[in-house]
């Protein structure tokens, strides 16, 4: 048994499943015809709710009020029926959304982090759990890196200890994946320097993280003006602007497999060679993308992620509105595939402000280029309805007339009757799991 077998062996037997078996299958399932895609995904949204009309109370009575029975879901177009669920939905009375035989589906208990928004706690079965741990690995194999064979350097939440301050069981188990992790937490001068000499003492060849923490490395290697080759780098959990993964990109000498991913729903879709349209993981879930009346949108055409997961009992999501937006791509990836893709991801719903004088503000449209030259960080924050904060940590020689440029910039985006306030800080906060947000806005739709 190679290593990487015996990463996956172990991994499967932790948690109770065949990884080796699920990775096997994604490998295959990634050049199913759109037919093949199709009879999958309709036999297991099927099966998925006549299980919720007879176990999940919410379903139950939803199905009932709509006068639906599960036999008269016949083609996928029928989950249309379905009203687009929302967080506050779940929040309000979320016992109703678990199954009577939830237990029996082993689920692991996960919760959402958030910045502004109260923690959310949901389950996801251990089965779907695992499929969706194969997407990952098929993404890392679409990447060049193999678990297990290749070591690699992590940089996110939940890994903000180094080496030497983890339990043994951490240690051995790290070893095993050739997992290496980089804190994150501050990501000062000296802990990144401990970082690239862990890289170089390694020979560490990929890189995973969030994008702005590979972005500070990056950035404090520039500075030095250094480079370290990288194989293959993996971002997710955060957007990835443009300007940063060139910048990643440089200095690391090698291209970025982005991911998107989201646990309610089990929504799942990355970046292959091509490292361009984002392949969506079809066998975990199934996708639509609406608009603002819920209709759906045709490729090209931005629209809200709506999410229904394909293996999750325990704690059934059907139509879940995740708060993310994406557009369709058209056509077939060069790279041969089949699975269906994303030109893009379009960040949160939360990075859009809206403001009082009809103005919608998206944190995608901030010029980084140009910030990035006066400032080390940004934050936009919409402190009240009509009042905006730009939280920033200067650049060294940042002068008065670079914070009456912010000033004007900010209010003429904003517009009328809007008040705009810069706010000078050393350091900007991160969320408790360690991502960076760029823009904070008071009022989710
Ligand atoms: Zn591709």
Redesign the pocket.
Known sequence: MNRTDLTFYLMGKKYGFDLKKMVDFTMQSQYWSADEIHKYQLEKLQKMIHHAYAKVPYYTKLMREMGMEPGDFKAIDDLAAFPILRKETIQANPESFLASDWKRHHPLQRSTGGTTGIPFAYYNDVLSWGLNWATKIRTFAWGGYQLGRDRIAVMKGGSMMREGKLSLRAKLWRFLQRNYSIPIARMNSEEMEQGIQDIQRYKIRFLRGYPSALLALAKHLSQTNRTIPMKGIFTTAEMLFPEHREEIEKVFMCPINDAYGCGEGMVGASQ???HS?Y?IHVETSYLELVDQDGQAVPAGVEGEIIASSLHDFAMPFIRYAPGDRAVFGEGK?????SLPLFDAIKGRASDLIYLPNGNVINGLSLPFEMLGKILKQFQLVQAEDDRLLLNVVPQPGFTAKDRAWLQDYLTSVAGDGVRVEVKELQEIAKTEAGKFRYVIAKKNV
Do not use: F, P
Not at 333 to 337: F, L, M, S, V
């Open positions: 292959c060679e091509m349209s392949h990836c060069a790279c041969g595939r």
